[in-house]
């Protein structure tokens, strides 16, 4: 188990960060806000999950000790993946998914995308109490407006990032557009992603938990 990360930051894209870590470049997956707090360059300590399957090694990246515990039990509800519960850490941090578990906010939970309302019916079922109770005090969404106005050439790599994730092309082209044509405010791509996220979970209808 490789339960943490020291190095520096190599390269950054919409998904996942390279860290060098004693000479070997590390492939690290991760969500926009983690990204967001890596400067090329810069050391970067991380907390880490390594899923092992049949064909693949993949090492996930969180900022603190919490958001990986929760994002490793995400996993123990039946059809939640390591990218589903990327995503869904993606859309909220973990407080609100605690606070959306606990008080069965349904709607909450179908934001993420390919989550509709079987799969978060699930979810708040089989997670009952295990994530404890919210830790913070009142927060503000994630993604929550900055100041200024992200490049058009963010705009593919966003649309890349959510094909990733399950969406399909044309879908996530719309949701960009959207973000843009809304005067929705956002600074960076990252932030571009988490307002197409939302964008696209409050369209999503009633359906299962999709594999991650």
Known sequence: MIASLTGTVRSLSLDSAVLTVGGVGLSVQATPTTLASLRVGAQADLATSLVVREDALTLFGFVDDEERDVFELLQTVSGVGPRLALA????????????????????????????????????????????????????????AAPTGAVADAGSAQVVDALVGLGWAARNAEDAVNDVLAGGHEVSDTAGLLRAALRTLGGRAGAGGVARG
């Open 88 to 143: 869904m850490l993606a859309v909220h941090t973990p407080d609100q998914l605690r606070r959306a578990v606990a008080t069965e906010d349904f709607r909450a939970l179908e934001r993420v995308p390919g989550i509709g309302r079987k799969g978060a019916q699930r979810i708040v079922l089989e997670l009952g109490d295990r994530l404890g109770p919210a830790r913070g005090g009142a927060e503000t969404p994630n993604g």
